[in-house]
């Protein structure tokens, strides 16, 4: 745990497409390009609800693998995830006329670049997804971590003290208690639409020495 690096941000919608969990698998394959770049296998990923949510715990998920490149988009495994919205076209993506998400096409820079060089996806078979079930208990318990969430703007990024680490640690072994493996809640909307950019705040607690 002392080395893990813990990755927070907030979500501006929750529809299953950022994260999307499926068949005991979460994936951020789409939106937080910096957190999909930057997480390294074993990190923790905490996403919070923004203002239309309340700050609210929706997961939280430990990085149990990393795809690089086209592999999300040409792998047979992962072509019916919901959240596999691009196919390769002459070696450069496109969006797939299926695609649940993003379907104008527009946040394709955002989420896998022209070349794939943003094409970062993290994998999770170690998480709690609550969704619509998430809620605001944390902030009775952990002040430190409550008033991270609640202080995020838009582009916010911080390295924190040793005592929000190790709150945001002992949340996460709090959810794992509370919660079975892979628990899979329902998306707080259904409006498919809605873009999960990158237009709330994000920060990195860095590992402690």
Not at 29 to 53: H, Q
Not at 74 to 99: F, L, W
Request: proline letters at 3%; aromatic letters at 10%.
């Amino acid at each position: 745990m002392k080395n893990m690096n813990i990755y927070v941000y907030k979500m501006v919608v929750d529809n299953g497409g950022a994260p999307c969990v499926s068949k005991g698998l979460l994936t951020l394959a789409i939106c937080k390009p910096m957190i999909r770049k930057m997480a390294k296998l074993n990190s923790l990923v905490f996403g919070f609800g923004g203002k239309d949510y309340g700050d609210k715990l929706i997961y939280i998920a430990v990085v149990t693998g990393k795809l690089s490149k086209k592999e999300y988009y040409i792998e047979p495994e992962y072509a019916q995830r919901p959240d596999c919205i691009y196919k390769v076209t002459n070696g450069k993506p496109e969006i797939k006329g299926n695609a649940r998400f993003h379907k104008g096409g527009d946040q394709l820079k955002h989420d896998v670049g022209f070349k794939f060089e943003r094409a970062f996806v993290l994998l999770s078979t170690d998480f709690r997804y609550l969704g619509k079930k998430g809620n605001i208990d944390y902030q009775k318990r952990f002040q430190q971590v409550a008033e991270l969430v609640n202080k995020m703007k838009r582009g916010h990024r911080v390295n924190h003290s040793a005592e929000t680490y190790a709150q945001l640690l002992e949340l996460k072994e709090q959810v794992w208690r509370i919660y079975p493996r892979n628990f899979n809640g329902k998306p707080t909307d259904s409006d498919l639409s809605k873009l999960c950019n990158d237009a709330s705040g994000s920060c990195r607690c860095q590992t402690l020495d």
